[in-house]
């Protein structure tokens, strides 16, 4: 699905030509993007999602309880070792 995001002038910032993302886009700072020319159009594709299993959905159907039956452990009901409940 494509959304239009509005119009957007290049400006020249040092040796480089900058395209500003508007807040409405949902981009944080520091995200990473890798940028491809497709057909004379430039394609900017997120890249820590891809890589991410949190954000691209490999572990979407993945059983973290049946993980937790296996391995024994079972979280929120451990018993303190140390200085935990002072």
């Not at 159009?41 to 954000?55: A, C, G, I, M, R």
């Not at 959905?57 to 200085?83: R, Y």
């Amino acid at each position: 699905m494509k959304e239009i995001l509005g119009t957007f002038k290049t400006r020249k910032n040092g040796n480089s030509i900058s395209i500003t993302v508007p807040k409405s886009a949902g981009i944080s700072e520091n995200e990473i993007f890798s940028l491809q020319k497709e057909n004379g159009n430039l394609v900017y594709k997120h890249l820590e999602s891809q890589n991410n299993p949190w954000k691209n959905g490999h572990f979407k159907n993945h059983d973290f309880k049946k993980d937790m039956e296996t391995l024994e452990f079972d979280v929120g009901n451990e018993t303190a070792v140390g200085k935990e409940k002072l």
